[in-house]
């Protein structure tokens, strides 16, 4: 069923309307459920009285704009292997997944979103180590290598790592213990995952539990070598493990951005399929014009997304849905069928 993502009170077509208008047009256009960032309790409320369900999504490991945590911590800025701060790439600004007060800060606003939101579910975006990969070109790297996650590395994994600089310390990690510190960053994750699970589970009982998950099976690096399964080496994002404590895993197969074919889509939502053992639902991309981005190949990859994965499709986002009546078109025959 189709569910849109990004509806806000800045939506220009629906400007001045009430919230049961709102709710009405979400239905008219074929939205089965919503991501909402509009947090309005009356919002919510029309939505699901004309059987839209509504979900949130909470960003844990990036600073955005309005909080500007950087600043606030600065140790929260990743430290590559070179030992330089992880860079800015355009508005990604990562944060380490081993600094506790954003962890505490993250469980803390997960906490208040689903005590005081009646949703059908919450997402976790960012839910990995640092990288940017809404791209075809990327910078890769390996983090963190500041002392606190290296104290963290060694007394959880009993490996005494050698003091001196970032640099000297992650040669001797890769040259040493690689397979340990690539499982230790994945505990890092799972640990989170836990945890925010337990806080939806423990305040909304009925909701969902879902993850937005990078759509690797092993990348082309800058070089155009394959990282095998960099989703565990770079990002930490281990679909396996993940899976056990969450309801839905959402690949985000954005084919145009990533300059993929339509196929790729197949590929990682079967990935995700044999991988976990949580329902996929995978996550296409609505955003090019329809000059660029016809109805027919949209109609094609919902299709491929729905038929591979558990039959739920999340569509990024609503806007570039409601600039194109002809992909409002294959929504809506898409719910009815």
Known sequence: MPILYGLTDRIAAWQGRSAAEVADAVRGIGGDGVFLKHFDLAWIEALQRVGVRVFLSHAIFVDRESEELWQRWPDSRPITATGAPAPQEDWYRPLRPTHNDVRSHRLAQLTQLVTDHPVDGVWLDFIRWPARWEKTELTLYDSSFDDDSLAQFGKETHTDVPAGAPAIRA?????????QWIEWRGSVIERFVIDAAEIVRRHRPSAKIGLFTIPWIGIAAEDNTVI????????????????????????MV???LCRRSVTWVEQVARYAVNTGSAAVWPVIEAIDPPEHYSAAEFANVFHMAQRTGSGEVIIFKLDGVLSDPHKQTTILTMRNT
């Open 171 to 179: 040669r001797w990690i890769f040259e040493h213990v690689l397979p």
């Open 228 to 251: 095998h399964d960099a989703n565990h080496r770079i990002v930490a994002q281990n679909l396996a493990r993940l899976g056990r404590h969450v309801d839905v895993i959402s690949p």
């Open 254 to 256: 954005y084919h145009r």
